[in-house]
């Protein structure tokens, strides 16, 4: 069985500065998905970017990218200039191709003003 | 993006009663549905996957007699708690996926359901 882990659960950023969040996942397949979604206090699930497996070239939106080390199966999500908007719960989430996704326990990001 | 509404956002009934949830992919066809259930602070759970025109497909320890999942269209899937217990009290969160997409859900808003 897949199994995502995210290893912090909770993290702190001053605004403006850049944070990190780990994710590592277990699997035997080799292509496959991987999301980051955020979870604000409204407790919408929110897409915050996806990388495909079969791409070596790291998924980028905006302030948000990823560092996809496929060998080491990691994916940890880089957050720069954060804003107060940013605090939420993150959660790492693997998908199968046309499968059910495994999520991770999630982060809480706090930012400082 | 694609949009997945669901209803009711918040609902109080009382022990011994059921309750239905709609969830709709407003702007797709979804051919599968998931249901998870969420505590505080938790991750999702995922409780079962609807797929439509068939009978949903459950998760290990998911009581199918008690969580009633049924996908009569394309847009809609319905859970339905049946004989709801105080235990029974969470968030429910439906996601949808498009048929050829990159297997990205697209998630309602949740629904809080609170049994007395």
């Known amino acids: 069985a897949q199994t995502v882990t995210q290893s912090q659960p909770e993290m702190s950023v001053q605004e403006a500065e850049t944070v990190t969040l780990s994710c590592t996942y277990d699997?035997?397949?080799?292509?496959?998905?991987l999301f980051w979604y955020k979870q604000p206090p409204s407790r919408q699930m929110i897409l915050v970017i996806r990388q495909e497996a079969y791409k070596q070239q790291n998924a980028t939106e905006n302030r948000f990218s990823v560092n996809f080390q496929k060998a080491a199966k990691s994916f940890s999500l880089k957050i720069s200039d954060s804003q107060l908007g940013d605090a939420a719960m993150y959660f790492c989430a693997y998908t199968p191709v046309g499968g059910k996704s495994t999520f991770g326990d999630g982060t809480t990001l706090t930012v400082k003003p | 993006g694609a949009v997945v509404s669901q209803h009711p956002s918040r609902v109080i009934c009382k022990s011994g009663t059921s309750v239905k949830i709609e969830c709709r992919s407003l702007d797709f066809q979804a051919t599968t549905m998931f249901w998870y259930r969420q505590f505080p602070k938790q991750s999702l759970m995922l409780m079962a996957t609807?797929?439509?025109?068939?009978?949903?497909?459950?998760e290990q320890g998911v009581e199918k007699d008690k969580f009633l999942i049924n996908h009569a269209s394309l847009t809609l899937s319905t859970l339905t708690v049946t004989s709801a217990h105080p235990e029974d009290s969470s968030f429910y969160i439906c996601s949808a996926r498009e048929p050829r997409g990159p297997s990205e859900q697209f998630f309602g808003p949740g629904t809080r359901l609170t049994v007395l």
């Open positions: 609807s797929n439509e025109g068939s009978k949903a497909t459950y």
């Open positions: 699997t035997s397949e080799s292509d496959y998905y």
